[in-house]
């Protein structure tokens, strides 16, 4: 009775206020986000037919965003590629495709660069009459999105086609790093004693900051104001704030049952949790009010179900209690659920090994070919 009196205690001590939530706001450094943000992202896609490739840019873009994806031929190319945050060959032949330029620019996409190709069936397309059917434009929108990690939050906010797409790959991205960050966290519980004591509790601030981050950055996909981040939060407070009071309490009593039980249950409780408050702010941006209790527990039962799914590093040993190496791997993960991580941008959500700091670095904002302002939904 008495440990579990004691074990109350640092759960009720666990769990932030509405006051301590606001105190890790004044934390939180927004600059890079901010930027990374407002930088006009510019695309180029490059084909053989002027009149296609301008109807899938305008496919592609919905008309909102055109301004921000350019188009040239392939014997017609821009002088610089420099300004381009990336770059997609469109139905080209394989004679196109042998040319030098077009050559080099394909080893990028082997090399995970900046460039990707874009092939339609031979049965539809502009100059088929035939209108470029969704899902492909879809599949096309999640690949940029993925491959151009760093400008996932300007893709989102100036185009708003590629808004679905930018928002799943953010949310998925901090779900798992608050995930994997839960799982390193527990590891100190294997300590006698002290690492108890060390364990329960000692991730919340991380996980809390990743998530206010994860909110920060949907408004900035929805077009709000970047500059008032009080204004943001406090807008988002009664939407998202049962999905982070939920994943805190429940982390908290998961922290009470031995390692060997309380880990996985702790790594789905971080994800869900986080996943939950993404997918309530970013349907709150959507729609213009919060979720219903019947979408909550949809949103949850969805999170929950992709969380136990995760590719843990030795699952089962951790199941027996042993002590677990590694990181989360990516393998068959979807734009649309569980996204690719980014490599380390302003964008990217904190997975520390130590401390607890989650500020993002500042990064310079690219030179660009172009300017604008981004629509609103």
């Known amino acids: 009775m008495a440990n579990t009196r004691r074990g109350l205690s640092r759960l009720r001590a666990g769990v ?70 990336g770059i997609v060959l469109v139905n080209l032949s394989q004679a196109e495709r042998n040319r030098p330029a077009i050559r080099q620019l394909l080893n990028a996409v082997e090399t995970g660069g900046r460039t990707l190709t874009f092939q339609l069936p031979p049965t539809v397309g502009p100059e088929r009459d035939t209108p470029v059917p969704d899902e492909l434009l879809d599949d096309l929108r999640g690949r940029i999105v993925t491959r151009l990690a760093h400008r996932q ?79 943001i939060y406090s807008e988002m407070l009664p939407v998202v704030g049962a999905g982070i009071l939920w994943r805190t309490v429940a982390r908290e009593m998961i922290a009470l049952i031995p390692f060997a039980a309380g ?49 843990l590093p030795a699952r089962a040993g951790a199941e027996r209690g042993n002590v677990i190496e590694g990181q989360f791997s990516e393998k068959g993960s979807t734009a649309a659920e569980l996204p690719t991580s980014s490599p380390a941008s302003p964008s990217a959500p904190v997975t520390p090994t130590s401390g607890t700091s989650s500020t993002p670095a500042a990064k310079a904002a690219p030179t660009k070919a172009q300017t604008g302002t981004p629509t609103d939904k």
């Open 263 to 311: 880990t996985i249950p702790k790594v789905i409780i971080a994800y869900a949790g986080t996943a939950v408050a993404g997918q309530a702010a970013n349907f709150y941006y959507l729609q213009g009010k919060r979720p219903s209790s019947e979408q909550f527990k949809q949103f949850y039962a969805r999170a929950a179900e992709l969380a136990r799914n995760l590719p």
């Open 153 to 231: 939050l300007a893709l989102g906010r100036y185009l708003p086609t590629f808004r679905k797409q930018a928002a799943a790959a953010i949310i998925g991205q901090t779900s798992r790093a608050n995930a994997e960050f839960a799982l390193l966290s527990n590891l100190p519980a294997l300590i006698p004693l002290v690492g108890n004591l060390m364990a329960i509790g000692a991730d919340s601030l991380v996980l809390t900051k990743n998530q206010l981050m994860l909110i920060y950055k949907l408004a900035a996909l929805h077009g709000r104001d970047l500059d008032q981040p009080w204004r």
């Open 16 to 85: 932030p206020a509405v006051g301590e939530l606001f105190s890790v706001v004044r934390e939180l450094s927004f600059d890079a986000l901010r930027d990374e943000a407002q930088s006009p992202p510019q695309l180029l896609l490059i084909g053989a037919e002027r009149d296609s490739i301008e109807a899938i840019r305008d496919a592609l873009a919905g008309g909102a965003g055109a301004s921000f994806i350019n188009t040239a031929l392939v014997d017609e190319l821009p002088t610089s590629l420099d300004d381009y945050d």
